[in-house]
């Protein structure tokens, strides 16, 4: 292939090199590591970001293609502590289009009017100005934008659907790798796949539906697919973090899902873990579905979930003793971070709870502020930033993201972050504070306030909220002067 030639997918689509530099001034540009989906063992391919262009030949090559750097904060060597380990967070499957689309009411709930439903949406390809990316695109996106260096593992169909895929996430500097991409499995059964389809209904009252053709199968979509690939071993192993959330078991097996924690684990691999709404389902699935979902809650560094999905997987009606309860019957977890909505969010650890207020904002939409919250915590956990600073971070990358229009490419941008944590207008209608507190907790809760109140409580210590949005500062700053990213 030509080196002056910018290459966007597998298609046959080409872009001069210096066309796009004129495009794009090159004080926007620098050196980003990427994988894309064909052929990556075989030549290299360009891909143009707003991050930076990278040709990468196959995985070694993302390894030797990165020079030190030295984190402009902490002065430490980046990434010091893992050896080898260029990509700051890999995603595991869940990788679709959204269909986002305004519909005057929300889909029928029984099964066999939602299947005709179904099938009216999908008989004819809807206007690409509706298609966005969708599942564990809006996370990789969202991190990317905070200056993480991210991949996405999964299964996209050399069709129209895939390719716009392959270019949205190129766009935002994120890399991909197919995962059977050198075992040609489906050359070679006859086995044909499409890219995966959801669609994204809003009614009049902002209300969201969401309606996939697979919601009426059984096995995961990609159900044929029993082993990990080189390639893809080779990602987990340069990633600092694997991330998978509950809709990964829609595609994949419960036995690859579990292949993943194991590889991790024993590359030493960070792993986050969301079962989100599919987490209830697991737990009174298939005895392999059980399974590793018991291990994924067992194994993982991070858990992420909501008070419900905290409150069904432990019966613990008080978020904090739920989290404490995950850690408890954990071997790994360090932090379980229950997500509450406009009510806060609250980390817990072994030693201590911090509870953070959700920003005030004007909620446009809320698809995506969960991954995108996801990001930012990722964000702390690679910069051992405190858990307390680390959940203002999340709690402000969730709400900006609320205030834009759908996911993917309309999550969370720095400058409304920025924006966000300088205003520093904590939502205290919803606030928790002393609610959760009971007479017997096993540890004291640190809070987020605007001024440090008299009279809180023995157990209770606070931490101002200009404070901790001046440490964060910094570091985004760095970032939105187009800097190097700290990571």
């Known amino acids: 292939m030509n080196p002056q030639t910018l290459r966007f997918s597998t298609s046959d689509t080409a872009i001069p090199f210096e066309k796009r530099l004129r495009l794009f001034p090159s004080s926007r540009f620098h050196v980003f590591p990427v994988f894309l989906c064909s052929d990556v063992a075989k030549s290299p ?3 143009r970001s707003k991050h930076g262009v990278a040709a990468i030949r196959n995985c070694k090559d993302l390894v030797s293609s990165v020079s030190r750097r030295i984190d402009p904060i902490s002065q430490r060597e980046v990434g010091a502590p893992r050896v080898g380990k260029t990509v700051d967070i890999a995603t595991l499957g869940n990788l679709c289009v959204d269909i986002v689309l305004s519909v005057p ?10 299947r005709a439903y179904m099938e009216q949406l999908s008989a004819s390809r ?3 100005k509706y298609w966005e990316a969708g599942g564990n695109c809006n996370l990789a996106i969202a991190a990317a934008r905070v200056g993480l260096r991210c991949l996405t593992l999964g299964l996209v169909g050399d069709e129209i659907y895939g390719r716009f895929l392959v270019e949205v996430l190129g766009e935002e500097g994120i890399g991909m790798v197919k995962m059977n991409e050198d075992a040609e499995t489906s050359a070679s059964n006859g086995i044909s796949y499409e890219t995966l ?8 009252l902002q209300r969201h539906g969401f309606c996939s053709i697979h919601d009426f199968s059984k096995e995961p979509a990609f159900g044929w697919l029993t082993m990990l690939s080189g390639q893809v071993k080779k990602a987990i192993g340069q990633s600092k973090i694997l991330f998978c959330n509950g809709y990964a078991y829609d595609e994949l097996s419960p036995d690859l899902i579990l292949a993943a924690l194991e590889y991790a684990r024993h590359v030493e691999t960070a792993v986050f873990f969301d079962p989100g709404p599919r987490g209830k389902k ?19 560094d991070v858990l992420l979930l909501t008070a419900d999905e905290a409150e069904s997987l432990t019966g613990a009606t008080n978020p904090i003793r739920a989290g404490q309860e995950l850690i408890r019957e954990s071997s790994h ?9 406009s009510r806060g969010s609250l980390l817990v650890t072994k030693s201590s709870v911090s509870y953070a207020p959700a920003f005030k904002v004007d909620v446009v939409d809320t698809v995506g502020c969960g991954d995108s919250f996801t990001a930012a915590v990722a964000f702390g956990f690679l910069q051992n930033i405190p858990p307390m600073n680390t959940l203002v971070l999340a709690n402000a990358v969730g709400g900006a993201t609320a205030m834009g229009c759908g996911a993917g490419r309309n999550v969370a941008s720095l400058e409304k972050v920025i924006e966000l944590l300088k205003a520093s207008d904590l939502n205290l209608e919803n606030f928790l504070g002393e609610k959760l507190v009971e007479d017997d907790l ?4 640190v809070i987020l306030s605007k001024s440090i109140p008299n009279g809180v409580g023995d157990k209770i210590k606070c931490v101002s909220v200009e404070k901790v949005v001046c440490d964060l500062m910094p570091r985004l700053q760095i970032k939105q002067k187009g800097a190097m990213a700290p990571l």
């Open 442 to 445: 096993e540890t004291d809760l």
């Open 197 to 204: 389809r959801c669609w994204v209904l809003v009614d009049p």
């Open 282 to 300: 697991l737990f009174c699935g298939s005895p392999q579905q059980q399974r590793a979902l018991k291990m994924y809650l067992k194994m993982s």
């Open 105 to 114: 009411s929300l889909p029928p709930t029984s099964a066999d009017e939602k």
């Open 126 to 128: 809807p206007d690409k």
């Open 45 to 47: 391919h360009f891909i």
């Open 333 to 341: 977890t360090r932090w379980v971070i229950i997500k509450m909505g």
